[in-house]
């Protein structure tokens, strides 16, 4: 039977939605095709089979910009699980986001395998991580902290800005697909309490979800914390071990555990779930974000998916060429060149 994939239209988003609340529960559906999301479809006669959704994102990559096809809402209706849909939907979607420019794909997986068989690699972890509050009440010098107001969002996008450009792999929450950028700093939150090094510059943030009831079972959910120095990051910590007394457990989720579990005075923490961040590299050019050391010089060539290249290390830039070889010794799989690209890096 023939298989065609086609892009969705909005007017036929009705009809397919339930396969969207099937496939991830009542109400969690994803949104229809729009500005900067694109919704396809794989018919095989006249059924849809499988659905995917690809989000113009960036991603930082250290100072640069990366653009970057995030991947949701992955269907298939569970008659037609296992009729190898996925790879004609992937070719066709990710061949379109080639075509505007993405270098990269994220996505975080139900089933890793399926995607490592499509050339995605995991590169970070995001953990809800279960810790005693009153650990939370930690030494050190602490920056001053307050609670944020509606005014004080553009100073937590610069924070946040600051903070993703010292990594490899987060997003740059901006951009067509993010048309309200202080929704990710404020859906489900209680409060945003800021921390500032100097008066009137915020170096963090902890945004936060105080939950219902008090005493035993209640707890303090932190949907996202970030500083940009020790001092923020103890101001913080020791605001959320406030509550300490009504809420006994605290639920901070984090890419970057390691960066406050050492200021912890004992080791009580526990990951309590999961999501594995998994990136595919769609362009060798992604490696020209990266920025070496300025006195390292070298040249690497290598083999990816049949195509020679040289990659060039000069003067605090990288440069990736084809050439006619494909007899370098050093042949990458996808794995390998997304392992090359992000090393043990985190994301969010």
């Known amino acids: 039977m023939t298989t065609r994939v086609s892009p969705l239209d909005v007017i036929d988003w009705a009809s397919v939605k339930p396969f969207w609340i099937e496939a991830f529960g009542a109400g969690d559906d994803e949104s229809p095709p729009g500005p900067g999301r694109h919704v396809w479809r794989v018919d095989s006669g006249d059924e849809v089979v499988a659905l995917g959704v690809d989000r113009e994102f960036e991603t930082w990559l250290g100072e640069q910009r990366v653009p970057t096809a995030g991947i949701a809402g992955i269907t298939v209706p569970a008659e037609h699980r296992g009729g190898g849909y996925l790879r004609p939907l992937f070719e066709t979607l990710l061949g379109a986001a080639r075509e505007r420019g993405a270098l990269l794909s994220g996505l975080y997986p139900t089933s890793s395998g399926i995607y490592r068989s499509l050339g995605y690699a995991p590169v970070a972890h995001l953990d809800d991580v279960a810790v005693p509050t ?4 930690v030494r050190g010098d602490a920056a001053d902290v307050r609670r944020a107001s509606p005014e004080d969002l553009p100073a937590i996008a610069a924070a946040y800005a ?5 990594h490899r792999g987060p997003l740059t929450r901006d951009g067509i697909s993010f048309p309200d950028p202080a929704k990710a700093f404020t ?8 921390a500032e090094s100097s008066p009137g510059q915020v170096t963090g943030y902890a945004a936060w979800d105080r939950g219902k009831g008090y005493g035993t079972g209640a707890v303090l959910t932190v949907r996202e914390l970030v500083a940009l120095d020790r001092p923020s990051l103890v101001g913080l910590l020791r605001t959320l071990g406030s509550f300490a007394s009504v809420t006994p457990t605290t639920v901070i989720r984090t890419s970057t555990p390691d960066d406050w579990t050492g200021l912890l005075r004992s080791d009580d923490s526990r990951v309590q779930s999961r999501s594995t961040y998994m990136v595919k590299v769609l362009d060798v050019a992604a490696f020209r974000a990266l920025s070496p050391a300025p006195a390292l010089t070298a040249e690497l060539p290598f083999t990816w998916q049949g195509q ?3 990659a060039s290390v000069a003067g605090g830039q990288v440069d990736v060429a084809a050439t006619a070889s494909t007899t370098a010794s050093r042949e990458l799989d996808d794995t390998a060149i997304v392992q090359t690209l992000f090393g043990a890096s985190d994301s969010r």
Do not use: F, I, P
């Not at 859906?187 to 800021?194: K, P, R």
């Open 134 to 137: 009153h650990l939370l009440e």
């Open 162 to 166: 600051a903070w993703a450009r010292q």
């Open 187 to 194: 859906d489900s939150t209680t409060g945003v309490t800021l």
């Open 308 to 310: 020679g290249y040289m």
